[in-house]
């Protein structure tokens, strides 16, 4: 069957998209970087990984933040972030953002590992 300008094509005749759960972890890492005010000195960025199934993709944020700070309220930024941004540009859906809080940065602890470094 061929397509008629201006006639909508059958979904069966349109192909597929399929994105890669990496691109899908990609986006969800930059989001989760625009959620944050910023990176903490000698902090690493975030990071994600994804497991996508159809359209929905499941979501785990690594991520370090500057100490004192507010971690309910971030994390909840991030998952917000995440999840609008991947449903944005991936067009899927996202159920689920676990955020997970490897390392908090303290002025202590930058100093004490300059410290160690001389």
């Known amino acids: ?3 008629v300008p201006g006639q909508a094509v059958e979904p069966g005749e349109r192909g597929a998209t ?5 691109v ?3 986006i969800a890492a930059r989001a989760a970087r625009e ?3 910023a990176v903490p000195e000698d902090g690493l960025p975030p990071h994600a990984t994804v497991t996508v199934h159809r ?3 499941r979501v785990r944020v690594s991520l370090e933040l500057d100490y004192p700070t507010d971690i309910g309220a971030r994390c909840r930024e991030v998952r917000r ?3 609008e941004r991947v449903e944005a540009l991936a067009g ?3 159920p689920e953002v676990t955020v997970h809080v490897e390392r908090l940065h303290s002025p202590q602890s930058r100093e004490a590992a300059q410290g160690r470094t001389r």
């Open 1 to 3: 069957m061929t397509a």
């Open 18 to 22: 399929h994105i890669a759960d990496r």
């Open 24 to 26: 899908v972890a990609k």
């Open 35 to 37: 959620a944050l005010p």
């Open 55 to 57: 359209d929905t993709a």
């Open 81 to 83: 972030q995440v999840a």
């Open 92 to 94: 899927m859906e996202v």
